[in-house]
Every structure is written in structure tokens, then in C-alpha cells.
């Protein structure tokens, strides 16, 4: 059975640093689209990044330069470092897959894309 699972959430101060795991099982996380996403308290699930089959990653606006996407294929594993972290930044994060997908251009960012979803885990950001 396909199962994504979220952890290494939790409380942080602003400027901090995070590390976020996304364990794949039930497909191979390399040879697919994955996703990372965020919902905050009021608002809708937006895309922070991807990472395509060949390994390219695409980013939010309003991420890039602070968070980086990347996988273990020996972990089937997704990861996300996300560094210099802003109050802005607290949400639900989840990650998504898209097994055998290949996508280019806003398909990447794009939920719709992306068939299989963690439950999730909590980030919060405050001084």
C-alpha cells in the first residue's frame, strides 16, 4: 500500500532551523514528482517545492533561497531543510507523490498533480 509519512515538526524560534521527513513506501519516491505543501491556520494549501524524477527542484517565491528539497534513495526518503525560519512560515506541512509522474513548468507546484498525501506535520514558528 502506498503510505507518506511526515515527521520532524515542531516549535522553533524565528531564524531557526528545521529538518523535515517524508518516508515513502509503496513506490519509489526517485523515479516520481514529489511535493512539499503547507496550510496555515486561515488559509489554503499552498507549494513550497518539488522535486522532479531527474532530480530538479523547483521552489515558491517565497521559499527559495531559505528551504532546500531532497531525497535518500536508499531511504526512499524526501527531505526538506528549511533554515532562517519566519513566523510566516508556521503551518501544517505535508508532503505529496506523484508515482511515476513526470511534470514540467506549474504541473510541479500544482496540487492537482500530485495523487498521494501525508497526513502531515506542525510547524510553528514564534518568538
Known amino acids: 500500500a502506498v503510505q507518506l509519512k511526515e515527521s520532524g515538526g515542531g516549535s522553533v524560534q524565528p531564524g531557526g532551523s528545521l529538518r523535515l521527513s517524508c518516508t515513502v513506501s509503496?513506490?519509489?519516491?526517485?523515479?516520481?514528482?514529489m511535493g512539499w505543501f503547507r496550510q496555515a491556520p486561515g488559509k489554503e494549501r499552498e507549494a513550497i517545492a518539488s522535486?522532479?524524477?531527474?532530480?530538479?527542484?523547483t521552489y515558491d517565491g517565497s521559499v527559495k533561497g531559505r528551504f532546500t528539497i531532497s531525497q535518500d534513495t536508499a531511504k526512499n526518503t524526501l527531505y526538506l531543510q528549511m533554515n532562517n525560519l519566519r513566523p510566516g512560515d508556521t503551518a501544517m506541512y505535508y508532503c505529496?507523490?506523484?508515482?511515476?509522474?513526470?511534470?514540467?513548468?506549474?504541473?510541479?507546484?500544482?496540487?492537482?498533480?500530485?495523487?498521494?498525501w501525508g497526513q502531515g506535520t506542525k510547524v510553528t514558528v514564534s518568538a
Open positions: 505529496a507523490g506523484a508515482p511515476g509522474k513526470y511534470y514540467f513548468g506549474d504541473a510541479l507546484l500544482d496540487q492537482s498533480s500530485y495523487g498521494y
Open positions: 509503496g513506490f519509489t519516491a526517485e523515479s516520481s514528482c
Open positions: 522535486i522532479d524524477s531527474d532530480g530538479v527542484a
